[in-house]
């Protein structure tokens, strides 16, 4: 549906403003949507900075690059998860602390 919507190269983006404009929903929408058409095998790249939006990878190298950006992001994902892990430790200790 939205891969339909997109053409192939970094310099072709659309952004979810326009995917959610054209296709009458809001960007959550549209970013589900595009979630769910990765997983059944779209090529469905996303870009920041200059000219940002979504667009299909024209070629290997662009969908290696997407795919490195989105590991670089999952690491800092999890970083932050640890971070909130050990807060959440740091207070059940002191909880026990203040029970014993």
Do not use: W
Request: aromatic share 4%.
């Amino acid at each position: 549906m939205i891969h339909e919507l997109l053409a192939e190269g970094r310099e072709n983006t659309r952004t979810g403003r326009e995917l959610a404009d054209f296709l009458n929903c809001n960007i959550r929408d549209v970013t589900a949507q595009i979630e769910k058409e990765r997983r059944e095998g779209h090529a469905i790249c996303a870009a920041t900075g200059e000219n940002p939006g979504y667009y299909l990878a024209a070629t290997d190298e662009e969908l290696d690059q997407y795919c490195g950006r989105l590991r670089s992001r999952a690491m800092e994902l999890f970083k932050t998860r640890q971070a909130l892990i050990r807060i959440l430790r740091q207070r059940a200790a002191a909880e026990q602390q203040e029970a014993d």
